[in-house]
T-cell receptor
Framework: GAVVSQHPSWVICKSGTSVKIECRSL??????MFWYRQFPKQSLMLMAT?????????EQGVEKDKFLINHASLTLSTLTVTSAHPEDSSFYIC????????????FGPGTRLTVL | DAKTTQPPSMDCAEGRAANLPCNHS???????VYWYRQIHSQGPQYIIH???NNETNEMASLIITEDRKSSTLILPHATLRDTAVYYC???????????FGTGTLLAVQP
């Protein structure tokens, strides 16, 4: 089956710094990727839709200047959490849509961000 | 907001069938029913999806009622490794966005 990777799998950073998370589709091309965040014991919340070669579409309430998304190639999307604060600590998960497989979405393993 | 309603939790004995219900009474004609599951601290895993016909794959079966207002995911022989949160999601159209509800925590008991 299709594989999506995320890097890093976990990261700890100081408050005020920026953190970049990568999402890669390893064996298929994805013109569309999605970014989610998940707080402990809660469901996944869709943050934004990442489209290759164009600007991301953010869900209501998500600050686009804080969560920068770049989808520069058909296999890579990045999420940068700028000026991170402790309340940004969360589990960030990406998914990639495989247009060759009925638009099925395949999820990455997630990135655990802890901001001190 | 999620368009589906699921029970918050269910138990199932190992080796028995697990039947997970989902209500989606406002589903539109072009929307699909997808099922994903999430094992603790991992990314969601695709299980199955359907439009109106019943579907079966190596993991599970999906039974959709004739009026499409509800569905049931069936794991025929549950194992301990099937313990997870199961999400029923209705999606379709141009965006293909998956809006996750609260899901059902399935606990498979030995």
């Amino acid at each position: 089956g299709a594989v999506v990777s995320q890097h890093p799998s976990w990261v700890i950073c100081k408050s005020g710094t920026s953190v970049k998370i990568e999402c890669r589709s390893l064996d298929f091309q994805a013109t569309t990727m999605f970014w989610y965040r998940q707080f402990p014991k809660q469901s996944l919340m869709l943050m934004a839709t990442s489209n290759e070669g164009s600007k991301a579409t953010y869900e209501q309430g998500v600050e686009k200047d804080k969560f920068l998304i770049n989808h520069a190639s058909l296999t890579l999307s990045t999420l940068t959490v700028t000026s991170a604060h402790p309340e940004d600590s969360s589990f960030y998960i990406c998914s990639a849509m495989d247009t060759q497989s009925y638009n099925e979405q395949f999820f990455g393993p997630g990135t655990r961000l802890t901001v001190l | 907001d999620a368009k589906t309603t699921q029970p918050p939790s269910m138990d199932c004995a190992e080796g028995r069938a697990a039947n997970l219900p989902c209500n989606h009474s406002t589903i539109s004609g072009n929307e699909y029913v997808y099922w994903y599951r999430q094992i603790h601290s991992q990314g969601p895993q695709y299980i199955i999806h359907g439009l109106k016909n019943n579907e079966t794959n190596e993991m599970a079966s999906l039974i959709i009622t004739e009026d499409r207002k509800s569905s049931t995911l069936i794991l025929p022989h549950a194992t301990l490794r099937d313990t997870a949160v199961y999400y029923c999601i209705v999606t379709g159209g141009a965006t293909n966005k998956l809006i996750f509800g609260t899901g059902t925590l399935l606990a498979v008991q030995p």
